[in-house]
């Protein structure tokens, strides 16, 4: 979790730190009728990707894309268990199931329904890397902290602090230098 | 053969932690528990056996985790300096290591320092970090829509401490 003030960089570090580690960078986009089922659509899609493909991903979300609290509310759900609940309607549950059998057999997970779905959510919490970017500034943050705990409890915090003199003389030359 | 005293060192220093650094309307989000400490212990089995050649290397890596998980939850310079004040203590009393707060202070460790490289290592001075760092900007900006930074300190900093995070 990273917090500080707008432009300081915590997206653009979290973007490059991603493509270091090759990973995969996802993060929503907003438009004027996003409302929860095109994120919870945007979830699925994340997660299946991230278990059904095995590809490692970097989730990048920041408070400027909250645009009702119940996302939080999920966030925290995924950060705290790995899943959302109700998130993947029966038949697509089943649908999980069936790509995901071979390869939890392979890691002699079992093959009951329920066994194969634990692998998926254990896939999950492994390639799934979640990025949240703040702001301290005003109540809003204090509060997000105070009703979803997991945001704190399940990140590993990084507070950015203003600009040093020294970053913004450096980036000053570099401007005129060109 | 130092386990026992880091480990000490390591509880007393997240007690210490609890009892000095409050949460407070201003800094609601200083809250640890026991998941912190064993943050400690997952970012310090990052490093493979061999490549901890002695003391020094074993103890610079602890409090560059320590710092991870602890310090940079701190949100102003007072708050880091106390806690650096902390760790200083801890090192004197446990290690018997009578460091200088700017040796270790700005250490850090990765594994970006090669390219593809896997090992988690410690880092090379920052300034020599730049060059490497470029490079990385570069292959990102081949394939994303592309980024002008300019790298210093504390970016390359923030930037090795997202980049620790992802790899565990």
């Known amino acids: 979790m990273l917090v500080g003030v707008g432009g300081s960089g915590r997206r653009s570090m979290a973007r490059l730190a991603a493509a270091m580690k090759e990973m995969k960078t996802f993060s929503i986009e907003i438009t004027k009728s996003y409302k929860e089922k095109e994120f919870h659509e945007d979830i699925r899609g994340l997660l299946r990707r991230s278990a059904i493909d095995d590809e490692p991903q970097v989730f990048l979300f920041s408070d400027t894309q909250i645009v009702k609290e119940s996302f939080l509310e999920d966030i925290n759900n995924l950060l705290n268990s790995g899943e959302i609940p109700n998130l993947f309607p029966a038949d697509e549950k089943i649908a999980i199931c069936d790509e995901m059998s071979k390869k939890a057999q392979e890691a002699e997970q079992g093959d009951s329904r329920d066994q194969i779905y634990n692998f998926f959510v254990q896939k999950c919490r492994e390639n799934l890397h979640i990025c949240l970017a703040f702001s301290p500034v005003g109540d809003q943050f204090r509060n997000r902290c105070r009703q979803f705990p997991s945001i704190i409890n399940c990140c590993t915090m990084d507070w950015y602090n203003p600009w040093p003199a020294e970053a913004l003389y450096s980036v000053a030359h570099r401007q005129y230098a060109a | ?168």
């Open chain 2, 1 to 168: 053969m130092f386990a026992e005293p880091i480990v000490k060192c390591s509880v007393e220093l997240y007690q210490k932690t609890i009892n000095d650094f409050l949460p407070t309307p201003a800094k609601c989000h200083y809250t640890f528990n026991l998941r912190d400490l064993s943050k400690v212990v997952q970012g310090m089995l990052m490093m493979k056996l061999p490549d901890i050649s002695d003391k020094d290397v074993l103890v610079n890596l602890w409090i560059h985790e320590t710092f991870r998980v602890f310090r940079d939850r701190l949100i102003n310079s007072d708050d880091r300096d106390k806690y650096s004040t902390m760790a200083q203590e801890g090192l004197e009393r446990y290690l018997d290591m009578g460091w200088e707060l700017k040796d270790y202070k700005n250490v850090l460790f990765g594994s970006y320092e090669v390219v593809g490289g896997e090992q988690y290592l410690k880092l090379s001075e920052v300034n020599a970090l730049i060059p490497r760092l470029d490079q990385y900007l570069e292959l990102y900006n081949a394939d994303n829509a592309p980024m002008n930074l300019v790298f210093f300190d504390d970016c390359i900093q923030h930037l090795s401490r997202v980049a620790r995070v992802l790899g565990q």
